[in-house]
T-cell receptor, first 114, second 112 residues
Framework: GAVVSQHPSRVICKSGTSVKIECRSL??????MFWYRQFPKQSLMLMAT?????????EQGVEKDKFLINHASLTLSTLTVTSAHPEDSSFYIC??????????FGSGTQLSVL | GQNIDQPTEMTATEGAIVQINCTYQ??????LFWYQQHAGEAPTFLSY????GLEEKGRFSSFLSRSKGYSYLLLKELQMKDSASYLC?????????????FGTGTRLLVSP
C-alpha cells in the first residue's frame, strides 16, 4: 500500500511554545489529508480535513487558531499546535487519501507539553 | 452528525473466535471500515464493506447491514498478537474525497 510519513514521532516541549508536525505522502499525491488526535485508551477524533491549496475544514469544537493546518502541496500537510499547553498533550495522527475509498495513515506523533 | 458505538473492552482466549460489534447512525454513508491499532502506533487497515453481507479475509471477516446500521468484525483462531484496539470507522463522501469518522474503539485482550 501507499506510504505516509509523519514526523516527528515524539516531541516534548515547554508550555507556551509552538510545535509543527509534518505529514508527507511518499509515493502518491494526496488530494486530501486528515488530522486526528487520540487521548490514551480512546479512539481517534477527527480534527480537520485539509485540501491542497485551500483552507482546512475544522470539526466542531476544534480551535482553528490553535491548530494551524497548511496543505501547501499534494504531498505535504503540516499541523502546528500554537502556544501549546499540557492539555494539548496527545497522540496526533495524519492520514492521506487519493479520493478512493482507502486512507493511509502516518505513524503518529506523541506530543508531551510540560 | 455521526454516532458510532462499539463495546469498550472484550477478552478472549487464544484459539477462540471473537465478534466485535459496531452500530452507527450517520449521513452520507460510503463504506464501513475496520482498523487494528496497537498502543502507540497508527491504525492499520483490516477490511471494509460497502454492500451488505460478509467479507472474508483470512482469519478476519467483516459483516455489514446498512438497513440496521450494524457491522461486526469476526476474528478466528485468535493469537496473542491480536491483542489490540479495533476501530470501526464510517466513511462519508465529501466533495472529491473520502472522510473517515471513527467509533469509540474496542480493546481486545487475548489470554493464553
Amino acid at each position: 500500500g501507499a506510504v505516509v510519513s509523519q514526523h516527528p514521532s515524539r516531541v516534548i516541549c515547554k508550555s507556551g511554545t509552538s510545535v509543527k508536525i509534518e505529514c508527507r505522502s511518499l509515493d502518491f499525491q494526496a488530494t486530501t489529508m486528515f488530522w486526528y488526535r487520540q487521548f490514551p485508551k480512546q479512539s481517534l477524533m477527527l480534527m480537520a480535513t485539509s485540501n491542497e491549496g485551500s483552507k482546512a475544514t475544522y470539526e466542531q469544537g476544534v480551535e482553528k487558531d490553535k491548530f494551524l493546518i497548511n496543505h501547501a502541496s499534494l504531498t505535504l500537510s503540516t499541523l502546528t499546535v500554537t502556544s501549546a499547553h499540557p492539555e494539548d498533550s496527545s497522540f496526533y495522527i495524519c492520514s492521506a487519501g487519493t479520493g478512493a475509498l482507502e486512507l493511509f495513515f502516518g505513524s503518529g506523533t506523541q506530543l508531551s507539553v510540560l | 452528525g455521526q454516532n458510532i458505538d462499539q463495546p469498550t473492552e472484550m477478552t478472549a482466549t487464544e484459539g477462540a473466535i471473537v465478534q466485535i460489534n459496531c452500530t452507527y447512525q450517520t449521513s452520507g454513508f460510503n463504506g464501513l471500515f475496520w482498523y487494528q491499532q496497537h498502543a502507540g502506533e497508527a491504525p492499520t487497515f483490516l477490511s471494509y464493506n460497502v454492500l451488505d453481507g460478509l467479507e472474508e479475509k483470512g482469519r478476519f471477516s467483516s459483516f455489514l447491514s446498512r438497513s440496521k446500521g450494524y457491522s461486526y468484525l469476526l476474528l478466528k483462531e485468535l493469537q496473542m498478537k491480536d491483542s489490540a484496539s479495533y476501530l470501526c470507522a464510517v466513511g462519508s463522501r465529501g466533495t472529491g474525497f473520502q472522510k473517515l469518522v471513527f467509533g469509540t474503539g474496542t480493546r481486545l485482550l487475548v489470554s493464553p
